[in-house]
């Protein structure tokens, strides 16, 4: 945290409204509390959770200052003589600087608060420091009595949060206790495939290997690593274990790139053709469905891990993953953001797809964007990567529903440079916000 800017607005005892997504408070929290300070969570029935959840995390963040003090209004979030009471019977034991950063929590909760406190300290001959966090602008903003708000940006290192954190502020765990992966894995061979993709005709090549050859055993189903089609034509599931380790595929028609990757890694056998055998012996693929799975696309995510990897420290990244997968209460499968990473306390989230399939596209992009909302607030961005060549054209539908300026489309033709598009993306972030 840059003390300079923000120390002369902090203070010994900071209220927090507690709201449907808490962190803002956690921000308000790092920026704003003195030393040894105390924050004040002001919940209702309804954040109660999140309040617990600020007050553990805090707790196990900010060693040098006080336990986080809980306090409840219960169901009275609209009730202006129940707010200003519960505040109030807090308040008139407090003698140090008072502070209410009123970002969360309801309308009426923020008015009743901001008179709560301002009675009080106007009775006790003190000052208080009132604020509040602008998301659009990523400014944290000082009230100042009679005059205009004093604005004071928030850039990345004055404040930053692990994706673990950010899950946890929302009560989100990884599925099975998996923890996001951070190196890539087979990145050899994941930067060939991307170097096919970059050509078009190339790429079609490696998707007929792939569908005719690698899924469908090219028309023998007992040489296929999917069971046969299922109704309707969609392919079906993924051969037992078992079955797929007795499996080898002929590469003759595979662009020499990946059949160099292959043969770097180990996987092919005598004939030059694909050994599950062989990929078995990898410790990754203990399990060959998941490396069915990688070629089916999650190639893609762990090339881009790699690209964002490299510049970690260039662009000032915070922390970064992939794989999040998050069980969902009331759905089958929960939620899963491909790679994400953090930029000072900002998400920023990638949605990843070798289809081209237009609908699918807007679906992925669609569901991304929601879920970067829901954890990271409108200050959020997200991205989709897919093979649909009609970037423009997608952006500008999807753009009709989505905020612009938080959507961001990339495609094949940003494989070469996703590296330095990734800087530009964080770059013209700053930008729309002045920073």
Known sequence: MSASKFSPYQVDHLFLLIGENPLPNYVAARLLLKQGGTPYLVYTTGTERSANRLAK??????????????????????????????????LKNLNDQVGLNYTG????????????????????????????????????????EGGESLRIPIYSKDVTISLSTLFELHGLKWKDNKQPAKDPLLLNLATRLAEVHKDATKGRAWFHWFYSIFCEGDGDSSQAARKPKK?????????????????????????????????????????????????????????????????????????????????????GISDYGLNF??????????????????????????SCTTTSDRSLCKSKLFEAYLRSQQLGGSEARV??????????????????LLSQKQIRLFGRKHLANFADEVIGWIRESDAEVGR
Not at 270 to 298: A, N
């Open 57 to 90: 995390i805090l707790k196990n963040e900010l060693a040098d200052f006080q336990l986080a003090q809980l306090v409840s209004i219960e169901k009275y979030e609209s009730d202006a003589y129940q707010i200003q009471a519960r505040i109030q019977q807090v």
């Open 105 to 144: 929590g309801t309308k009426a909760m923020a008015v009743h608060s901001y008179r709560a406190v301002f009675r009080e300290i106007k009775e006790k001959g003190q000052q208080a420091v009132f604020s509040y966090l602008d998301p659009r602008r990523l400014e944290i903003c000082i009230d100042n």
């Open 231 to 315: 109704t309707g034509g969609k392919l079906g599931n993924w051969k037992s274990k078992t079955d797929l380790r007795g499996l080898s595929f002929p590469t003759t028609c595979l662009p020499k790139e990946i059949l160099g990757g292959f043969q770097q890694e180990g996987f092919l056998n005598q004939d030059d053709d694909l050994s599950l055998e062989l990929v078995h012996k990898h410790p990754s693929f203990q399990d060959l469905q998941h490396f069915c799975k990688w070629l089916d696309g999650i190639w893609l995510e762990h090339y881009l891990l790699g690209d964002i990897q490299s510049i970690v420290n260039q662009a």
């Open 325 to 350: 997968e998050v069980p969902l209460e009331g759905t089958q499968e929960g939620f899963e953001f491909d790679v994400a990473f953090t930029y000072g306390y900002q998400l920023f989230a990638i």
């Open 383 to 400: 991205a989709l990567f897919c093979f649909n060549d009609d970037l423009g054209g997608l952006a500008s539908e999807m753009g009709n």
